[in-house]
């Protein structure tokens, strides 16, 4: 039987990811959309987890509106999970990073696509330039894919084909790249549609390079 002075006591279990996070306990909220709200990701966050907002399909002052939210619960730590499918996906992620949510300046993704779309992927490294518009708060950009990514390398596994990219997540005036905007650019070139390609996110990295993954 644990005695009374035990009762109520939670030891603090330091590990790798309460170093990383600056949290007392490994514990992270997932950013379940419409769920993980300001208040849900702040007060786990306040408890000495750590919360995630969930953006969900939701517009990007909405998303800033719960960051601003959330700040006045809690100064702890807290994240935000962008939805890459959404239409409000560049957005969504330029708020985050003006608002500073975390310190994060690229993030790497695995791209798997069907084995149809190696022409398209041979094409984009053939190309002199790659140009896709972005938008952003002042209107729109006009970028160079190929300065970012000056090549795809692909393997290919049975009937898809597989390949990694790193993009820059910038904050203020810096760039913050969306793979949605390679992935058009591709689909223009007879690669598959986005559908058919789960874009999956495996790391992320911050200024100085540390893996956060």
Same mark, same amino acid.
């Given at each position: 039987m644990p005695q009374n002075s035990d009762i109520g006591r939670v030891e603090i279990m330091e590990t790798r990811v309460t170093r990383l996070l600056g949290? *007392?306990? $490994? &514990? &992270? !909220?997932?950013?379940?959309?419409? @769920? =993980?709200?300001a208040e849900?990701?702040?007060? @786990?966050? *306040? =408890?000495? #987890? %750590? #919360? %995630?907002?969930?953006a969900a399909n939701a517009p990007a002052e909405w998303v800033r509106g719960e960051i601003e939210k959330a700040r006045q619960i809690t100064d702890k730590p807290f994240g935000v999970n962008v939805m890459l499918l959404s239409e409000h996906a560049d957005e969504v992620a330029q708020v985050v990073a003006e608002e500073k949510v975390s310190a994060i300046a690229a993030a790497v993704y695995e791209v798997p696509m069907p084995l149809s779309s190696a022409p398209a992927l041979?094409?984009?490294? +053939? =190309? $002199? +330039?790659?140009?896709?518009t972005k938008k952003t708060k002042r209107g729109q950009k006009a970028l160079d894919l190929k300065a970012y990514l000056p090549r795809l390398d692909w393997q290919a596994e049975g009937e898809q084909l597989? %390949?990694? @990219?790193q993009l820059p997540c910038g904050s203020g005036?810096?760039?913050?790249?969306? $793979? =949605?905007?390679?992935? !058009?650019?591709?689909?223009g070139l007879g690669g598959a549609p986005a559908w058919q390609c789960q874009v999956l996110r495996t790391h992320l990295y911050d200024q100085t390079g540390r893996d956060f993954a």
């Open positions: 949290i *007392k306990y $490994p &514990i &992270i !909220q997932g950013g379940m959309a419409w @769920v =993980a709200n849900l990701a702040a007060n @786990v966050s *306040k =408890a000495g #987890g %750590f #919360g %995630f907002i969930g041979e094409a984009y490294n +053939a =190309a $002199p +330039a790659a140009e896709v597989h %390949f990694t @990219v005036e810096a760039l913050n790249l969306n $793979p =949605a905007l390679l992935m !058009q650019y591709l689909q």
